[in-house]
């Protein structure tokens, strides 16, 4: 992929790897930083807290709701 055009017509593509890829490995690269244990949900907004409480007891990843957080969304409706 050598030029922005190419990148583009295959950032769905992509992106569907690495997002698959994250939710394989826990999203061992959000959780470097983001340890999920040391997470306060008392400092979070209710919306939040529920949210990540709802998903810690589904077994959800970071991933399965941040995507475009590091990056921005590819354009889903593309291929």
Do not use: V, Y
Not at 41 to 46: E, G, H, L
Not at 60 to 77: S, Y
């Amino acid at each position: 992929i050598d030029t922005r055009e190419k990148f583009l017509a295959k950032r769905k593509e992509l992106a569907g790897r690495e997002w698959e890829r994250l939710k394989a490995n826990d999203s061992l690269e959000c959780r470097n930083c983001h340890d999920e244990k040391a997470m306060d949900f008392t400092r979070q907004s209710k919306r939040g807290a529920d949210a990540h409480a709802r998903a810690q007891a589904k077994g959800e990843t970071c991933i399965d709701c941040h995507k475009g957080i590091a990056h921005r969304l590819p354009d889903m409706a593309a291929q």
